[in-house]
T-cell receptor, first 115, second 111 residues
Framework: GAVVSQHPSWVICKSGTSVKIECRSLDFQATTMFWYRQFPKQSLMLMATSNEGSKATYEQGVEKDKFLINHASLTLSTLTVTSAHPEDSSFYIC???????????FGPGTRLTVT | EDKVVQSPLSLVVHEGDTVTLNCSYEVTNFRSLLWYKQEKKAPTFLFMLTSSGIEKKSGRLSSILDKKELFSILNITATQTGDSAIYLCAVDHYTGNQFYFGTGTSLTVIP
């Protein structure tokens, strides 16, 4: 089956620093990747959709300058949380799709803690 | 504005009970509704529903979609402690490839 990895699985950083999270599709080409954020005991909130080679489309209320998304290849998308603050602490999950939208394969998630 | 709402938000039952989880939606250009189970990490796929009235079944889990009333239910019979998880429904639509997730239902099954 399709496998999606994320790195790192958890990260602790200081307030004001930037953190990069990678999402890779390991055995298929992901034309579209999605980034979600999840607060404890809450559902997934879609942050942005990225298509390989083009700019990401951000959901309403998500700051594009704060959450930089790059989808430079068909197997890699990155999310950079710039100038992180404690309120950015969350669980970030990516998913990848090779075609049909319902075939979204989720990564294992990255837990970010900003101190 | 597209909206996906699940109920109840949380549920505690005893092993052996049957539970019904609800998902209602208001989404333009609806294409499909999906159910996921989330334990520690990423959600795992359960069902995808596109047609009304056709039950999908997998072991003790089953799900059905009503496109007229805009809702779906997920049934779990003879619950086990391993069913404890957050159950998410997501809706996919034709105008984009995005999923919109519902609020989730946290299910706890106690022995």
């Amino acid at each position: 089956g399709a496998v999606v990895s994320q790195h790192p699985s958890w990260v602790i950083c200081k307030s004001g620093t930037s953190v990069k999270i990678e999402c890779r599709s390991l055995d298929f080409q992901a034309t579209t990747m999605f980034w979600y954020r999840q607060f404890p005991k809450q559902s997934l909130m879609l942050m942005a959709t990225s298509n390989e080679g083009s700019k990401a489309t951000y959901e309403q209320g998500v700051e594009k300058d704060k959450f930089l998304i790059n989808h430079a290849s068909l197997t890699l998308s990155t999310l950079t949380v710039t100038s992180a603050h404690p309120e950015d602490s969350s669980f970030y999950i990516c998913s990848a799709s090779g075609g049909a939208a319902y075939e979204q394969y989720f990564g294992p998630g990255t837990r970010l803690t900003v101190t | 504005e597209d909206k996906v709402v699940q109920s109840p938000l949380s549920l505690v039952v005893h092993e052996g009970d049957t539970v019904t989880l609800n998902c209602s939606y208001e989404v333009t250009n609806f294409r499909s509704l999906l159910w996921y189970k989330q334990e520690k990490k990423a959600p795992t796929f359960l069902f995808m529903l596109t047609s009304s009235g056709i039950e999908k079944k997998s072991g003790r889990l089953s799900s059905i979609l009503d496109k007229k009333e805009l809702f779906s239910i997920l049934n779990i019979t003879a619950t086990q402690t391993g069913d404890s998880a957050i159950y998410l429904c997501a809706v996919d639509h034709y105008t984009g490839n995005q999923f919109y997730f519902g609020t989730g239902t946290s299910l706890t099954v106690i022995p």
